[in-house]
């Protein structure tokens, strides 16, 4: 059982950054790919970015289009910890951020076996 707590999250203006943040329980953090989705209001969540597990570098990371260039994943296994920096934030980028966390590696949400609560980030025009 993995439990997922996001944070960082808030309001900014476009053009700016935030840096959300996952923590997450249990001593087999470092073995589960871990991912982002977001889903914006009237929409279905979508995929954001994901990096790989397993211990050792390298580990590989995924993005969506819309966000490549922008945002960066990255996980510390010694923190049980997962991070998505975004930069050159949008008004498009508005959602509620979920982290998750995958026996495998995918971009879709059936990979994905425990689910955060959500942060809400809000970008302003």
């Known amino acids: 059982q993995v439990q997922l707590v996001e944070s960082g999250g808030g309001l900014v203006q476009a053009g700016g950054s935030l840096r959300l943040s996952c923590a997450a329980s249990?001593?087999?953090?470092?073995?589960?790919?871990m991912g982002w989705f977001r889903q914006a209001p009237g929409k279905e969540r979508e995929f954001v970015a994901a990096i790989s597990g397993g211990v050792g570098n390298p580990y590989y990371a995924n993005y969506a289009d819309s966000v490549k260039g922008r945002f960066a994943i990255s996980r510390d296994n010694a923190k049980n910890t997962v991070t998505l920096q975004m930069n050159s934030l949008k008004p498009e980028d508005t959602a509620v951020y979920y982290c998750?966390?995958?026996?495998?590696?995918?971009?879709?949400?059936?990979?994905?076996?425990?689910w955060g609560q959500g942060t809400q980030v809000t970008v302003s025009s």
């Open positions: 249990g001593r087999t953090f470092s073995s589960y790919a």
């Open positions: 998750a966390a995958s026996r495998g590696f995918g971009m879709t949400e059936s990979f994905y076996d425990y």
